[in-house]
């Protein structure tokens, strides 16, 4: 056979590629999207404004050699929509010129627990989020231009894994001048896991926070811009602005405790990040949660590379907050390869690497650990109040018993311009009581 095939639900053929009015598919079980035996691709296009074009309500879901496009929602989910899911499997999957105003313009999944979400190529082509006017009265506005996910209640450790994506020309736009606004703006990826609380009832070698784990990441020709009456006096108000990856664990006692993230082999070229109202990154990782939210987390970071970038104000490339009093205490930072930015351009407040505690009794025993890595910077201008590595507590008794270890790794500088206030690599405490026995 030769042309386009039908996207293929459990074995059988939908009745056409085009799609014009939303396709419910329901399963206790099993739900499996896929091309013909034949080897061509399923495909699905969206007509009409169609949203979503195939809304799916399954345990198990797993979508491979399936290309959807033309989907757009004026709340989540603008191509793909999958509720009351436990696994996600997503198999040489292409979302193409999708787009929603809330979230998730190429796939919104609705999570349950346990969650497990598996991708292995996957290409995010022309995908966007929009947000405009109104009150961004939700958690969210504009995330997760590719996939967004949101676990409402979240008792057992997710696991996520996500290789060999390539994003294109994706686009998170906020721009509302409403005094109401959101926690999250942005992404590419989005993840909310919203109650992440200790669940005591697990063994207690497993992991409360779970394992998320990004490799071998190309986005290219991307970009987040936020306009906002958000004034971001206090970390917590702030809007979390993100390119690439968000990774939140919500507001709850002891929330991703013990949490592995892993993110190696990231490279965005041609990218902007802009900002009225917020903090960004390229990758953000946000603990909500009080007292031992965050305790123990493992972050490892290995080879991103970064050409061509703009970040335009308090924003940077990787970044880590815990904001919750007695939070982020024994937390790991592992960079190893090579941490390259060239010919990009940094605005006021800008660390490429950072890491926060901003509450009372917080970071207590954190480490940043440089095995063998290299940072490499060329023709880079930074303005004021930069730095390449920041680790920073806000409050009164934290960081106590802090380390920043470098391991047989080098840093090179290469036509780098910096204006006023370089802080190159930074521990800084700006309360009392903190800090003591640091090295």
Known sequence: SSGPAPVYVNGHPLPSISIAKTITISSSSFTT?????DGRVGTAIGTGGTSPLLSISSSHVNITNVSVSGGYSSTFGGCLEVKNATVVWLRNVVLRECGAREGGGGMFIYASSPFLFDIDQLNCISVYTSYTG???TSYVAGVGSCVGVWSRDTPYPPVVNVNNVFISNATHYYNTSSDLYPMAVGGAFFFLFQSLSENTSLPSHQLQGGKISFSNIGCDGSHTKVQSSSLCLDYADCIIVSLVVSVI??????????AELSFSDISVANSYIEMQGGEGAVIF????????AGDGAHIHLADLTGSH??????SGFFSAWFLGASSGRNVNTEVEGVICIDNSAAGSGTEWLSIEWTAVQSGDSATFHCNSCVFLLDSVWFYDLTNIVLLNWQLSD???????VFENGSIHLKNVNVFADFGGFSMVWMSQNSGNNAQ
């Open 285 to 292: 990782c946000v603990w909500r949660g009080w007292l031992g």
């Open 249 to 258: 664990f919500g507001e709850s006692e002891g929330s991703g405790k013990n």
């Open 33 to 37: 999207l896929s091309g013909p035996l």
């Open 134 to 136: 109104g009150n961004a």
């Open 398 to 404: 934290g960081g106590n018993g802090a380390r920043m």
């Open 309 to 314: 970038l703009t970040m335009v104000l308090d």
